[in-house]
């Protein structure tokens, strides 16, 4: 069965781009296939990663741009790390490349040989610290990713905070409808267009032309009547 190397990419927030994610694992492997997830938290919450999760198979290969693209909790990261090393699955991380699997292979691997002399028993020492070690790096690079997220997660907050100290409004605020170009120029379709105003044509025929969704169709035309 032909071996796939894919590309995973996401991000946690409608403000962020994704497009920096694809054009880094792009550039070093232009042969990916890259699965996007947009606006997620755990893997729980991301049904683009479980679909692709259940469908690796031995000798698959799944690139990150880096470490907290897979995972921002520590212990679920090494333990999804693990899962899929057990599998056979080859993981890259380009901002993280000594967390690879290719590297915490050769540290299984390339245990000393024993002896069968009374050095064994040092020489086996060493080479559970060598794997120890390996394995310590990999949650290393998980634990950072957690305490980033952390991080960020509680500046946001001070953030909010003090800008409501401020006196500044956090949000839409409630009531006011949203104004932007799109929304203008959609109320200014319905409104000539549509049978409830100066127009001809049906509901169905205006989303149509304006190329907004049911609901917020139906949210313009009720903020039109009201003079919104």
Known sequence: MKQVVYGYCRVSTMK????????????????????????????????????????????????????????RDAEEGFRIYEELYRKGINLIFIKEPHINTDTYKKAVN?????????????LEGINKYLLSLAKEQIKIAFNQAEKEADFIRQRTKEGIAQA???GKQIGHPEGVAMVTKKSIK???????????????????????LTGITRNTYYKYKKELKEGI
Not at 34 to 47: A, F, H, M, S
Not at 112 to 120: C, F, L
Not at 187 to 207: A, H, N
């Open 16 to 71: 962020q781009s994704i497009k920096r994610q694809i054009d880094n694992i792009k550039k070093l492997y232009p042969e990916a296939v890259i699965v996007e997830e947009k606006y997620t938290g755990t893997t729980l919450d991301r049904p683009n990663w479980l679909r692709l999760y259940r469908k690796l198979k031995s000798g698959d290969t799944v690139i990150f741009d880096e470490v907290s693209r897979m995972s």
């Open 110 to 122: 390339n245990s000393i040989p024993m002896t069968n002399t009374n050095v064994d028993y040092i």
């Open 164 to 166: 409501r100290l401020d």
């Open 186 to 208: 959609a109320k200014e379709i319905i409104k000539k267009q549509s049978r409830d105003f100066d127009g001809m044509l049906s509901d169905v025929d205006v989303m149509k």
